[in-house]
């Protein structure tokens, strides 16, 4: 079978500089997520290239129109309810209020900042697959060494999880802090073993990335490049990227498995 890259995003409402304990209010965090959203889909409609969004139901309910359109041409899941709050109904009622304003089937369910979820509430919420592992280690956030790496089925839930990608010896990220943060050329032929191992590549990263982020008070790795120059380099990756597979959503790239 064809290889398959699938390209994910996390549509969420821009909270990251509170983290950092740079207020940012509401209206400002749409902004930035929608204008880097106009930036990321021209480049996705300009090499017809089909991908996933999950989104929080907070930000689908303020851009009910945008997210119905995104789901003419990409597969929209959900990202719970909130990015900074969670509560255990919220993939139910995430996956309800999102499916009632793209009049679609919603799939899949990704934990925002992957944090650890028990898998049976996912289920339980009526999903076919979660997407809430990163399978490294990253320091302060979580440690995934010894989770399977790789696309399977969880026995105990019956629920297909489907892993993020990293490179298959010593578990190299290739999120968007790698993609940003290391020369191109590394992080594309770590994406290129990775697919010619695994036979599929599972990237993720955000529409705020496409926005320009140098006004914020975020450290350099984070915001450095945003904006056209990430675009440029987002561009390039997709150039080199579709010479070893075929762009499909993940519910595609399951059902082409026979598994949803
Ligand atoms: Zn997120």
């Given at each position: 079978m064809e290889r398959r890259i699938l390209l994910t995003f996390d549509l969420e409402e821009f909270d990251l500089p509170l983290e950092f304990g740079c207020p940012i209010s509401d209206e400002d965090q749409m902004n930035v997520t929608n204008n880097g959203?106009?930036?990321?889909?021209?480049?996705?409609?300009?090499?017809?290239?089909?991908a996933t969004f999950f989104t929080t139901a907070f930000y689908a309910d303020k851009n009910r129109e945008l997210i119905k359109s995104l789901s003419a041409n990409h597969e929209i899941a959900s990202h719970s309810k909130y990015h900074s709050e969670f509560n255990e109904t919220d993939p139910f009622d995430s996956k309800i209020e999102i499916e009632r304003i793209i009049g679609k089937h919603i799939y899949g369910f990704r934990m925002p900042k992957f944090r650890k979820i028990d898998i049976s509430i996912i289920k339980e919420a009526g999903y076919s697959y979660d997407s809430s592992i990163n399978p490294t280690f990253i320091p302060g956030r979580y440690n995934n060494l010894f989770t399977q790496r790789k696309?399977?089925?969880?026995?105990?839930?019956?629920?297909?999880?489907?892993?993020?990608?990293?490179?298959?010896?010593i578990r190299f990220p290739l999120f968007w802090l790698s993609f940003k943060n290391i020369p191109l050329p590394i992080y594309y032929h770590m994406c290129k073993t990775a697919i010619q191992k695994d036979s599929y590549l599972h990237l993720y990263f955000h529409p705020w990335e496409f926005d320009d982020l140098?006004?914020?008070?975020?450290?350099?790795?984070?915001?450095?490049?945003?904006?056209?120059?990430f675009s440029g380099r987002f561009e390039k990756l997709i150039?080199?990227?579709r010479k070893t597979g075929a762009f499909s959503t993940i519910s595609?790239?399951?059902?082409?498995l026979g598994s949803v």
């Open positions: 959203l106009q930036r990321l889909t021209r480049l996705l409609s300009k090499y017809n290239i089909p696309i399977h089925l969880d026995t105990w839930s019956n629920l297909i999880e489907i892993p993020v990608s990293v490179s298959s010896l140098e006004s914020f008070n975020l450290p350099w790795y984070i915001k450095n490049p945003s904006g056209k120059s150039l080199k990227l595609g790239y399951l059902d082409s």
